[in-house]
T-cell receptor, first 115, second 115 residues
Framework: GENVEQHPSTLSVQEGDSAVIKCTYS??????FPWYKQELGKRPQLIID?????GEKKDQRIAVTLNKTAKHFSLHITETQPEDSAVYFC??????????????FGQGTELSVKP | SAVISQKPSRDICQRGTSLTIQCQVD?????MFWYRQQPGQSLTLIAT?????????ESGFVIDKFPISRPNLTFSTLTVSNMSPEDSSIYLC????????????FGPGTRLTVL
């Protein structure tokens, strides 16, 4: 079945450093790849996403890259700040086809940014 | 994005009882989903709530245990039936915004503890 693998499970960086989280997916029909940030006790918040017709997308300090051939996508956070500390989840979806856009989530990465 | 609410926000229930969780959206949405997030874990899709028809369940989840209703395009319920301590979890609904390219947004979640 569909599967999304996410690494690392925990990541600790110094404030101002960059953080990279990597995911691989198994379903070659996946075409939509969102990233969610979940702070303790709160709901997952969509922070950025990428579609299969794009190789890279950037939004201020956050960027996502996609390699369809390798079935691999990554989240890059530059100039990290303590408020970036949270659990980050990647996900993959087939979008608007018969699967109805259901999301398959990775296992999550707990990011800690030390001041 | 849509405003999504869930009721109750939390509950403590006795083994063998059932709890119905409500999800309300402030606008009509194409798709609604129910996820489970066990403590410290990722999100697992329970089912897709289909408007006017039976929900589509993922492997490992059955209608008798998790009956779902979706009477219209803004409301859905998930019932956790005959509960056991293993059902203790956070249950989240999400909505799919096709107008925004398949973006999904989550409700605040219902924290369920079964004694």
């Amino acid at each position: 079945g569909e599967n999304v693998e996410q690494h690392p499970s925990t990541l600790s960086v110094q404030e101002g450093d960059s953080a990279v989280i990597k995911c691989t997916y198994s379903d070659s029909a996946s075409n939509y790849f969102p990233w969610y940030k979940q702070e303790l006790g709160k709901r997952p918040q969509l922070i950025i996403d990428i579609r299969s017709n794009v190789g890279e997308k950037k939004d201020q300090r956050i960027a996502v890259t996609l390699n369809k051939t390798a079935k691999h996508f990554s989240l890059h956070i530059t100039e990290t700040q303590p408020e970036d500390s949270a659990v980050y989840f990647c996900a993959a979806s087939r979008g608007l086809d018969k699967q109805g856009g259901k999301l398959i989530f990775g296992q999550g990465t707990e990011l800690s940014v030390k001041p | 994005s849509a405003v999504i609410s869930q009721k109750p926000s939390r509950d403590i229930c006795q083994r063998g009882t059932s709890l119905t969780i409500q999800c309300q959206v402030d606008s009509q949405v194409t798709m609604m989903f129910w996820y489970r997030q066990q403590p410290g874990q990722s999100l697992t899709l329970i089912a897709t709530a289909n408007q006017g028809s039976e929900a589509t369940y993922e492997s490992g989840f059955v209608i008798d245990k998790f009956p779902i209703s979706r009477p219209n395009l803004t409301f859905s319920t998930l019932t956790v039936s005959n509960m056991s301590p293993e059902d203790s979890s956070i249950y989240l609904c999400s909505v799919g915004m096709w107008e925004r390219g398949n973006e999904q947004f989550f409700g605040p979640g219902t924290r369920l503890t079964v004694l």
